[in-house]
């Protein structure tokens, strides 16, 4: 889109980062705006066809993955769960979950007991790995509310799915360990 198309005024105050001073105004930015700004300007229609391309893994999907992990729009997730929720093509499901690891918030926790109680071990997986995601790489979850899942993902009956939660006690308590000599310094 050409930036002389933009009315940058009309967005700024779309999303309040413009605020009356009796000096004039004052304005906000940053980069959580900026993916705001980006999921606006791109449109709800491009978003949901990224992740649709996505998941089929057709050539170009890696680049469609990437802008999505840049911009990281709700409804690219609201998108990858109405994949998963289709039951159309399971490759397809373990692809938006996949996506759901990159572009994810806080607001995934909703459906991770679902994802553990699920039949298929890769979907346990993949709940596994949000777990991961929100907890050790993005530290938006205790690390109390991480382990309690991989309590649950230990007892799996499926090598895989157990494997993978002791890898993630295992960063948790690295985390917790260097959290505590960082404290000692």
């Known amino acids: 889109m050409d930036s002389n198309q933009i009315n940058w005024h009309k967005l700024a105050l779309k999303l309040e980062t413009i605020t009356?001073?009796?000096?004039?105004y004052s304005e906000v930015g940053g980069t959580k705006i900026a993916e705001t700004a980006l999921t606006e300007i791109l449109?709800?229609?491009?978003?949901?066809?990224?992740?649709?391309y996505y998941v089929t893994r057709s050539p170009g999907s890696e680049l469609a993955r990437s802008v999505l992990m840049l911009i990281k729009p709700k409804i690219a997730i609201q998108r990858c769960w109405e994949i998963f929720d289709s039951y159309i093509d399971k490759q397809?499901?373990?692809?938006?979950?996949?996506?759901?690891?990159?572009?994810?918030?806080?607001?995934?926790?909703?459906?991770?007991?679902?994802?553990?109680?699920?039949?298929?071990?890769?979907?346990?997986?993949?709940?596994?790995?949000?777990?991961?995601?929100?907890?050790?790489?993005?530290?938006?979850?205790?690390?109390?509310?991480?382990m309690q899942y991989c309590k649950i993902g230990l007892k799996d009956k499926h090598e895989l799915v157990s494997?993978?939660?002791?890898?993630?006690?295992?960063?948790?308590e690295d985390l917790r360990e260097f959290s505590e000599n960082q404290k000692v310094l």
């Open 43 to 52: 449109g709800d229609e491009f978003v949901t066809k990224a992740v649709d």
């Open 92 to 146: 397809q499901q373990y692809n938006a979950l996949s996506l759901l690891r990159d572009i994810c918030d806080i607001s995934v926790m909703e459906r991770i007991p679902e994802l553990f109680s699920h039949n298929d071990h890769r979907v346990r997986m993949a709940a596994l790995a949000l777990v991961d995601e929100l907890s050790v790489i993005r530290e938006a979850m205790e690390l109390e509310d991480a």
């Open 20 to 24: 009356d001073t009796e000096n004039g």
């Open 163 to 172: 494997l993978q939660a002791q890898q993630i006690v295992d960063s948790i």
